[in-house]
């Protein structure tokens, strides 16, 4: 079942439970628990809790580009991974 679409927008996805998954045309993106990804809006995806039980995670969107620079290497300086 392929349920991909695409958006101008991005999203700022964070897991606060449970495990999130983000399928990309050619690429699969596990967010684990206290972990953060942001999600390309004009690339085609789609996201998915990954597990058989509860996942909860906050989701922010935004327009225009984000500074990947600006954010530390993960686990420095951060209670959330960037990934």
């Known amino acids: ?3 991909k679409h695409s958006h101008p927008h ?3 996805f964070i897991v606060t ?6 399928e990309y045309e050619d ?4 967010i684990h628990e ?5 999600v390309e809006g004009s690339r085609p995806h789609a ?9 909860v ?3 922010i969107t935004f327009s225009g580009t984000y500074p990947t620079s600006a ?10 991974d960037v990934l």
Do not use: Q
């Not at 439970?17 to 983000?22: N, Y």
């Not at 690429?27 to 596990?30: D, G, P, Q, S």
């Not at 206290?34 to 942001?38: D, G, L, P, Y």
């Open 1 to 3: 079942m392929d349920k």
């Open 10 to 12: 991005n999203h700022l």
């Open 17 to 22: 439970s449970g495990e999130a998954r983000v």
């Open 27 to 30: 690429e699969t993106v596990i």
């Open 34 to 38: 206290n972990e953060a990804f942001v």
């Open 47 to 55: 996201v998915w809790n990954n597990l058989d039980g509860r996942t």
């Open 57 to 59: 995670m906050i989701g």
């Open 71 to 80: 954010f530390p290497p993960k686990n420095e300086g951060m209670d959330v």
